[in-house]
Structure formats: structure tokens, C-alpha cells
């Protein structure tokens, strides 16, 4: 009885995953390489709840620890997946500070190229 719940909330959870995961991803708050990797973890619950040979592993767990199991398991993955954001995030404003650092750069050797060409010209108008 236990293992069926467990397996059960096994599927519910992987389903809240792929469900927050693709949300995640449409909010543009996570890549596309993680988020590839959160929706495989995703299926991979997904299976481990439903396919009878993988779901082996609920008759294991002691019937006394499967809240404690649950609880812990469920904080693990979404504290992960919210450090997995994080990461996401930090890597979006990286790329777009080095973009505009790249267009600072490129700025400033337009501005010293007219500014070479200026000393040039007025030291040929001596």
C-alpha cells in the first residue's frame, strides 16, 4: 500500500518538476541546457513511479520512513532547481555584460581613432 503512494507521489512530483521547469524556461528564468537536464530528471521520477520494473525501489524504503522520504526528497529537488535558476540567471546578466562591454570597447577605439585623426590633422596643418 505504501509503495503504491509512494510511487504515486513519485509521478506527481516529476510531473510538478517538468510543469515548473517549463514554465521556468518560457519566463526565460533557466537555458536551455538546464532546462533540458530538469525535464530529463523530470521523466526519469516520471518512470521510476510508473514502470514496474524501475519502481522496485518503493517496496525498500521502510514504511515508517516514506513521509520523512517525501519531505526530504522534495526539498532536495526544489532547493536545486531554485540554485539551478540562480546559476541561470547569473549566466544570462554575464552574457549581457560582456556584450556591452564589448560595444564599450568597440566605442572607445572609435573614439580614439578620431582622436588619433585629429592630433594627425592638426599636427600637418603646423
Same mark, same amino acid.
Given at each position: 500500500?505504501?509503495?503504491?503512494?509512494?510511487?504515486?507521489?513519485?509521478?506527481?512530483?516529476?510531473?510538478?518538476?517538468?510543469?515548473?521547469?517549463?514554465?521556468?524556461?518560457?519566463?526565460? +528564468?533557466?537555458?536551455?541546457?538546464?532546462?533540458?537536464?530538469?525535464?530529463?530528471?523530470?521523466?526519469?521520477?516520471?518512470?521510476?513511479?510508473?514502470?514496474?520494473?524501475?519502481?522496485?525501489?518503493?517496496?525498500?524504503?521502510?514504511?515508517?520512513?516514506?513521509?520523512?522520504?517525501?519531505?526530504?526528497?522534495?526539498?532536495?529537488?526544489?532547493?536545486?532547481?531554485? /540554485?539551478?535558476?540562480?546559476?541561470?540567471?547569473?549566466?544570462? &546578466?554575464?552574457?549581457? /555584460?560582456?556584450?556591452?562591454?564589448?560595444?564599450?570597447?568597440?566605442?572607445?577605439?572609435?573614439?580614439?581613432? +578620431?582622436? &588619433?585623426?585629429?592630433?594627425?590633422?592638426?599636427?600637418?596643418? +603646423?
Amino acid at each position: 500500500m505504501m509503495a503504491g503512494i509512494l510511487c504515486t507521489i513519485t509521478v506527481i512530483e516529476g510531473i510538478v518538476l517538468l510543469v515548473v521547469d517549463f514554465i521556468s524556461f518560457v519566463y526565460q +528564468k533557466i537555458t536551455v541546457g538546464i532546462e533540458l537536464c530538469w525535464s530529463a530528471f523530470a521523466v526519469v521520477l516520471i518512470l521510476l513511479g510508473v514502470v514496474p520494473g524501475l519502481s522496485d525501489w518503493s517496496r525498500v524504503v521502510p514504511r515508517e520512513a516514506v513521509p520523512a522520504f517525501l519531505l526530504i526528497s522534495l526539498a532536495v529537488i526544489f532547493s536545486f532547481f531554485y /540554485l539551478s535558476c540562480a546559476v541561470s540567471q547569473l549566466l544570462r &546578466k554575464n552574457q549581457e /555584460l560582456a556584450m556591452h562591454v564589448s560595444l564599450l570597447n568597440q566605442e572607445n577605439e572609435i573614439i580614439l581613432q +578620431k582622436l &588619433k585623426d585629429r592630433l594627425t590633422d592638426e599636427e600637418e596643418e +603646423k
